[in-house]
């Protein structure tokens, strides 16, 4: 009987260690990438000093003198995701976009703003 229940507690405490030496699963998670230009939709330059940002992820940012902006290592949920992208500047119509973002790609993207 003795035997039979070292057998078994060994059984199971073999069973616990390789569990726990077993690699740790995946992250659910990728990087997503986000680029683009804002532009003026009278005279298509870039717009500087819009606010960029993904609401759904809590990211913001500011365009550059070009209109570029850019999102790095975004993580989000393998596969793709719709989400909206919000611009806003002074003196123009604030613009929100609803796009779809790849996992583990860039997405590239280009939006027009008009004057108020």
């Not at 077993?22 to 659910?28: G, H, K, L, T, V």
Request: proline share 3%; glycine share 8%; net charge neutral.
């Amino acid at each position: 009987m003795k035997n039979i229940l070292l057998i078994l507690i060994l059984a199971v405490s073999i069973g616990v260690i390789n569990i726990s030496c077993q690699n740790p699963a995946q992250s659910e998670y990728d990087p997503s990438f986000l680029k683009g230009y804002i532009k003026d939709a009278g005279t298509s330059a870039g717009i500087d000093s819009v606010i960029v940002s993904l609401p759904d992820f809590n990211l913001s940012g500011v365009t550059t003198s070009t209109g570029y902006f850019e999102f790095l290592n975004i993580q989000m949920p393998r596969g793709q995701m719709g989400t909206n992208l919000i611009t806003s500047k002074n003196g123009y119509n604030q613009a929100v976009n609803n796009i779809v973002l790849n996992s583990d790609d860039t997405t590239k993207i280009s939006v027009v703003m008009g004057l108020k």
